[in-house]
């Protein structure tokens, strides 16, 4: 079964610093989205895009995060700089048809973040 | 108006009991419910879903009942397996657009199924 793919597993950054993380959606899914998942809680959106289109950027942190998807392919979402309160499990999802109901949303394995 | 409220925090279930967990919503414009299990180390992945002009729906073990009026839906796992220990999150999006996938999670729910 196709799978978001999302590097690296763990990151250990030093507040201040500038950190990056890299999805790969299912292929052929033109939709993607980064939550941003805090320790004991679920998922909160950050940003959506539909193809290399930001559809939604409403819930980034504009001062200190970006997120591209130059190739409407894969994205890349970067933190510069990074605070403590950043530390937290970011999750990239994929979707075939978000204007679907019942269409799944498919997440892959996350990056952990830890800021020191 | 966007939360999701999600109860208890934490399930400790024997072997082939019941897991219920409940959710509660504010937006009446929210049109589809999935509720998601994560595994340790691993993203979270749709179990099941209704949307709310159904009462209820199953799909083996797994049982989502929905009440609109109430603006309340739970999640019931019968017989359930030290294999479903996880954690579960209820969830809820809007309909119009591209909107499906922007989900509003509720806070978890921890189960633990003893042996």
């Known amino acids: 079964e196709a799978e978001v793919a999302q590097s690296p597993r763990y990151k250990i950054t030093e507040k201040s610093q500038a950190v990056a993380f890299w999805c790969d959606p299912i292929?052929?899914?033109?939709?993607l989205y980064w939550y941003r998942q805090i320790l004991g809680q679920g998922p909160e959106l950050l940003v959506q895009?539909?193809?290399?289109?930001?559809?939604?950027d409403s819930q980034l942190p504009k001062d200190r995060f970006s997120a591209e998807r130059l190739k409407g392919v894969d994205s890349t979402l970067k933190i510069q700089p990074a605070e403590l309160g950043d530390s937290a499990m970011y999750l990239c999802?994929?979707?075939?048809?978000?204007?679907?109901?019942?269409?799944?949303?498919?997440f892959g394995n996350g990056t952990r973040l830890t800021v020191t | 108006q966007q939360q999701v409220k999600q109860s208890p925090q934490s399930l400790i279930v024997q072997k082939g009991g019941i897991s219920i967990i409940n959710c509660a919503y504010e937006?009446?414009?929210?049109?589809?419910f999935p509720w998601y299990q994560q595994f340790p180390g691993k993203g979270p992945a749709l179990l099941i879903a209704?949307?709310?002009?159904?009462s209820e729906k199953k799909e083996g073990r797994f049982t989502i009942s929905f009440n609109k009026s109430a603006k309340q839906f739970s999640l019931h796992i019968m017989d359930s397996q030290p294999g479903d220990s996880a954690t579960y999150f209820c969830?809820?999006?809007?309909?119009?657009?591209?909107?499906?996938?922007?989900?509003?999670f509720g806070q978890g729910t921890i189960l633990t199924v003893h042996p």
């Open positions: 999802a994929s979707s075939s048809r978000p204007d679907l109901r019942g269409s799944p949303l498919h």
């Open positions: 292929s052929g899914h033109a939709t």
């Open positions: 895009f539909q193809d290399e289109s930001v559809v939604d």
């Open positions: 937006n009446t414009a929210f049109d589809y």
């Open positions: 209704i949307r709310p002009d159904v």
């Open positions: 969830a809820a999006s809007g309909a119009g657009g591209t909107s499906y996938g922007k989900l509003t």
